[in-house]
């Protein structure tokens, strides 16, 4: 089986910053060929480093802007469906993307306010990979569950 991980956790250094945010154990995956990284972000035509960006509204018309108020919604919108394609083009049925990112959070988001306010919603492709019955979940998610596994063996 494969995973769809978002590239920054397999060590690609894509997020807004510029930099990667490694996790050993999903970085060991692609390498054996067990996943297939995505940036949306960058699939969506945002450049490396970028502005911070966050979902402001999700209800009444989606709309994404970065810190200094740049609307970035289409690109959001042109990278998540791109990441659905190459999720069903390898018939991936479970992705595990970076927390509270406004495109890969899964269950929790920032609020839009660029406070680090979190609210309960998923960012944009994560949402959209789970209405076309992809599983997502978090690095931190499966960092628990290993933890958890370790713990156990003890």
């Not at 995973?3 to 060991?28: F, P, Q, R």
């Not at 949306?40 to 450049?47: A, C, Q, Y």
């Not at 994404?64 to 998540?80: N, P």
């Not at 495109?103 to 960012?123: A, E, L, P």
Request: with cysteine; proline share 2%; aromatic share 4%.
């Amino acid at each position: 089986m494969k995973y769809l991980i978002s590239a920054c956790l397999a060590g690609k250094k894509c997020n807004y910053k510029g930099e990667a945010n490694v996790v050993k154990k999903l970085k060991e995956l692609y390498l054996k060929g067990d996943a297939i990284l995505v940036c949306p972000e960058v699939l969506g035509g945002l450049k490396t480093p970028r502005e911070a960006a966050e979902v402001l509204t999700f209800q009444e018309k989606l709309t994404v802007k970065t810190i200094s108020g740049k609307d970035v919604t289409e690109a959001f919108i042109i990278g998540a469906g791109k990441a659905l394609k190459v999720a069903k083009e390898n018939k991936i049925t479970t992705a595990i993307l970076k927390a509270r990112s406004p495109s890969c959070g899964c269950s929790q988001i920032y609020d839009g306010t660029f406070s680090k306010k979190i609210v309960n919603r998923d960012g944009i492709t994560a949402a959209l990979l789970k209405l076309n019955g992809i599983k997502v979940i978090t690095e931190e998610e499966i960092m628990h569950k290993l933890k958890k596994l370790s713990d156990n063996e003890e």
